[in-house]
């Protein structure tokens, strides 16, 4: 197991793609489900470590949106990982309510796709 960052050492870890933006997969503690997945800046990044409550970038309307403030569906921070390359984010959360903005569970439940699996070869 590696070194524990900290906060500053974490924000001088990443590696911040196109936008300098990095992609944060959300994820369920205890259960491992994939909710979703959003951006960061290093400010939303900073933020999220820090008042532990998941804050994304919004590329659409380029501000900050902390997750819940409107819709009460709130992720409460549990951990936090950059992958090997630090150029992405895992955040494990205690997801209150739907993640999904369109009021699914999860972002992934909406969209189902029929992949063949090794199994089925």
């Not at 290093?42 to 970038?57: C, I, S």
């Not at 090997?84 to 993640?99: E, F, H």
Request: proline share 3%.
């Amino acid at each position: 197991m590696s070194e524990v960052l900290d906060v500053d050492a974490a924000l001088g870890a990443a590696r911040f793609g196109p936008g300098d933006l990095l992609p944060a997969v959300i994820q369920q503690a205890g259960t491992n489900e994939v909710l979703m997945v959003g951006y960061m800046d290093r400010e939303a990044l900073r933020r999220t470590l820090t008042e532990g409550r998941v804050t994304f970038w919004s590329r659409s309307r380029q501000e900050y949106w902390r997750k819940g403030d409107t819709s009460g569906h709130v992720q409460h921070v549990r951990g936090a990982a950059l992958d090997c390359d630090a150029d992405a984010l895992l955040v494990t959360v205690d997801q209150v309510g739907p993640a999904c903005h369109t009021g699914a569970h999860s972002c992934f439940d909406t969209h189902p796709i029929a992949a063949r699996t090794e199994d089925a070869a």
